[in-house]
């Protein structure tokens, strides 16, 4: 795991700003592809992140009984009826 990463938040912010920066092109070659190495590692991070959440979900539910959570959640809010 990568020490300069401090927390999913962090992460998250860092990974915004790069997006940003990387988004507006005005970098040279070399930086972007830093930015773009550095983006990866933070993403990678917060994947690990949510899949660690996902699995604490899945052991706490009502019933203490192991259930994935559902693929998809919100995704009925989303159907026009």
């Not at 999913?8 to 860092?14: D, K, Q, V, Y």
């Amino acid at each position: 795991m990568d020490a300069t990463i401090k927390d999913f938040e962090a992460a998250i912010a860092e990974l915004e700003s790069i997006v940003k920066k990387l988004e507006e092109g005005d970098l040279p070659l070399e930086t972007s592809l830093q930015l773009y190495e550095r983006g990866v590692q933070l993403s990678r991070f917060c994947h690990s992140r949510l899949e660690e959440a996902e699995r604490r979900i899945e052991i706490l539910n009502e019933r203490g009984e192991l259930k994935p959570a559902p693929a998809a959640l919100g995704e009925d809010d989303k159907q026009v009826p």
